[in-house]
C-alpha cells in the first residue's frame, strides 16, 4: 500500500460518516481544528467528504459567531471530561447540540481555502464564508487585548494544552476546592506523555471560572488564565488572509478580512524580540510568557518576518541543531520545545515531541517567507517520519517512536496535504 492508500485508510477508519474523528478511542467526537486539517488533507482526495468535514462542524457554531473546540455529536462512547463538564445546553446562543465552551486556532477558512482550490464550487464557499466571517469578527470582539492588536487565549485547551509556557500562568490558578476527575485518557496512554492530574485540576478551576459567566467574561483580563498565544494569532492571520481571498471569489466585500490581517501582522512582528531573534509571548497577567517553544517560531507561518528576521528564525532556531532542528542524535524535528530549555521532554505530549501539524504549518511559513529549499527539507523529514512510525499523535525526536494515540487523523490528512503538493 502507498503511504497515501495508507493515510486515505486511517481517516475511512476514523470516519463517523458525519465528521472524522481525531482518533478511534482517545477523541472520539468532533475538535475543531482537527476537523480543518483533516478537510484541507482531503481536498485533494473526496472534496465532497472535505465539505462534509467543514459543514458538520460548524453546525455546532454559537449565534455570537464561535466556532468551539469539541462538538459531541451523539454517539454511543464513553469519554470523560465530556459535554456534562460545559454545560452548554444553559448557555445563551449554544446550538442544540453539546458543545465545549472555548474555541480552537481558527484554521478552517485557510482549509475551505484549500478545498476551494482543488476543486472550486462558488455556492460552497457563498454558503460557508459568512459562518467564517462571523467566527473571525468574534475573535476581535470578544477576545481582543487592548492595546496589544492581538487576540488572547482564556485556556490552554485552545492551544497546545500542556506546552511549558503556559506553566506559570497555569501554576496561578487557585485548585482549592477542585478535586481530580474521572479522564478516559488515562487508560490509554501511558500517564508520563499527557498532562499529569494536577494540570487538569487547574483546566477545571478555568473551566468553572469561565462557565460562570456563560464563558464570555465582560473583558478577556477578567478571566484567570489570560494568554497571547502567538500560535493563535498567526493562525488567525493567515485565515482572514485566506477568508478575504474567498469572499473575493464569491464578489463579497473582502475589506474587513484584509484589515484584520494586517492588523495582527503588525501587532505580531512588534512581538519580535532582537536580541533573542525570535518572537516572544505575553501572559496578561504575568508579564512575559515562558520562552523556548515553537510558539516563538509561530509569526513565520502568518509570514510576518521580514528576510533578515526570516534567516535568524531558521539558523538560529528552528533548524538549529541544539533548538528545534534535526542533529545527529535527535534526528527528527521539529520538536515542539527546543532541546535546550530545561522544559524539554522528548516524550510528553506538547512539551518537546515532534507534531505533524506543527511542521504543516512552518513549511507553509518558510514557503511564504520565500525559503523554498528549507520547506521542501522539512516537508521530506516529516514524510519520512509517518512513513517510518505511522500516522502518530507525536512522536519522539531522538528514535522517531509513535506517541501518543495511534492512528490520529491530521497526521494523516496532512500528509495527503504534503504528498498534494507539487
Ligand atoms: C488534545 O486536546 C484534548 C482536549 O481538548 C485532550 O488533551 O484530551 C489537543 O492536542 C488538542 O489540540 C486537539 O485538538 C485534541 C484532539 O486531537 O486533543
Redesign the pocket.
Known sequence: MSLADEARAVLARNDTGLFVK??QR??PFQ????SALVAAGLAAVDPERARTEVRSLLLGQWADGMVP??VFHPQDVEYRPGPELWGSDSCDGAPALPT?GLT?PPVLATAVRIVHEAAPDQAFVEEVAPALDAWHRWFHRERAVEGSGLVAILHP?E???NAPRFDRALARVDVEGVSRIERT?QAQIAAAE??TDLDYRRYLAVVASLRACGYRPAAPADAPFTYLDLPLNSILAAAEDDLAWLQSEVGVDPSRAEAAAAGLRTALAATWDEEAGAYRERDLHGGEGVTGTVADLFPLYAGVPDERQARRLVDEHLLASDRFGPSPSAPWAVTTVSKSSPAFDPRN??RGPVWINVNWFLVRGLERCGLRAEANELRRLTLDLVARSGFS?YYEPTTGEPLGSRE?S?SASLTLEFLSEP
Request: proline share 8%.
Open positions: 481525531p482518533s482517545l477523541y475538535w475543531n481544528w482537527d473546540h469539541i465545549s480552537q485547551w492551544s497546545a494544552d485518557d499527557r498532562p505530549y506538547w499523535e490520529f491530521w
